[in-house]
């Protein structure tokens, strides 16, 4: 049987194949943020380890730690001008981001000090991909000879799944040694992420070191 120009499957079809199209148009804009993330994690992945690398090597030689002199350092870009010519001009500093301001480049630095039976493990600044295997280190250390361990997160600006996970397998080990980890001091934002996934469900967290230390003399949780 023959369908006529107005026959209503035919608009129907119609209406099906645009629906199709703007469907795919919806999934195109939405997956651009995801790809768009993605490219920025991998870049701070990359300069992390470029700055991790650097830093070995200057250890290796007995350098002084990397620094910027300038508060502020400057950021250059070319442009193209409208005659076409290519010029290296001065950009005013991007605000946003985990640490920009940061001159170390955002180098996670942990320091370690004993109180009583516990060891305090104060980190600063980001925790992820690049610098896990040295937080790992120090989280060994602070629980050699049987210790507590409070990891003071004050200084924190940021951590990815990497970091959750060294603190989740380091408390495992503590907790078959018979040890205790807690979490100190825990900024805002990094709370946040925290939350998402439970983690004082078996970490304990308290507001300051003075609290987690209380607590873990007379062994109790918050």
């Not at 997956?31 to 250890?59: K, S």
């Not at 990397?66 to 409208?82: I, K, M, N, W």
């Amino acid at each position: 049987m023959s369908r006529c120009a107005g026959d209503p499957w035919t608009g129907l079809a119609a209406a099906a194949a645009a629906a199709g199209r703007e469907s795919l148009r919806l999934m195109q804009c939405a997956c651009r943020p995801v790809a768009l993330w993605y490219d920025f994690q991998e870049l701070r992945y990359t300069r992390n380890r470029l700055w991790a690398r650097l830093a070995a090597e200057r250890r290796r030689w007995h350098l002084r730690d990397y620094a910027l002199d300038l508060a502020e350092p400057p950021v250059y870009a070319f442009t193209t001008t409208a005659a076409g010519a290519r010029r290296l001009v001065r950009r005013p500093r991007l605000s946003g981001g985990a640490g920009l301001d940061n001159t170390r480049a955002n180098a996670l630095v942990c320091t370690l000090r004993e109180d009583g039976a516990a060891t305090c493990l104060s980190v600063d600044g980001e925790l992820d991909l690049a610098s896990v295997a040295s937080f790992l280190g120090y989280l060994k250390r602070a629980g050699d000879g049987g210790r507590h361990v409070i990891v003071d997160l004050q200084k924190l600006r940021y951590i990815d799944s990497s970091g959750i996970n060294a603190l989740l397998r380091a408390r495992e080990r503590y907790t078959r040694n018979g040890q205790r980890i807690v979490l100190a001091d825990v900024p805002a934002k990094i709370r946040r992420v925290l939350d998402i996934i439970a983690v004082e469900a078996v970490i304990p967290m308290f507001p300051t070191v003075d609290a987690a230390l209380a607590a873990l003399r007379d062994g109790t949780k918050p």
